[in-house]
């Protein structure tokens, strides 16, 4: 399956911003999803998980309350709208999936599948 992100830009701290993750190949459903963030200088981190029906989600204590995982109506996409912005969360942020139904993953290494990422600048 190919992964395409898109929806990063520049934003006044306080906005938001909705990412998508468009999935090709392959139907998307078995998939389970997740956003990783790497900021200059920083090791990459998960954001944001998601299983494959969307009925099970994981977000990392630094984004909780603030950004939203979904799968989109459309079944091949994967949102993550992020709001109330702040200059930390300025990074490059990628989707991935990895195809285990039911499971939400929150390691690196399980996903096997990569978009090219999306860059996201909070302004201060």
């Known amino acids: 399956v190919q992964l395409q992100a898109s929806g990063g830009g520049l934003v006044q701290a306080g906005g938001s911003l909705r990412l998508s993750c468009a999935a090709s190949?392959?139907?998307?459903?078995?998939?389970?999803a997740g956003w990783f963030r790497q900021a200059p200088g920083k090791e990459r981190e998960l954001v944001a998980a998601i299983s494959s029906r969307g009925d099970k989600k994981y977000y990392a204590d630094s984004v909780k309350g603030r950004f939203t995982i979904s799968r989109g109506s459309a079944k091949n996409t994967v949102n993550l709208q992020m709001s109330s912005l702040n200059p930390e969360d300025t990074a490059v942020y990628y989707c991935a999936a990895r195809y285990e139904p039911d499971s939400v993953h929150t390691i690196q290494w399980e996903y096997d599948y990569w978009g090219q990422g999306t860059l996201v600048t909070v302004s201060s």
């Open positions: 190949g392959r139907a998307f459903d078995p998939y389970a």
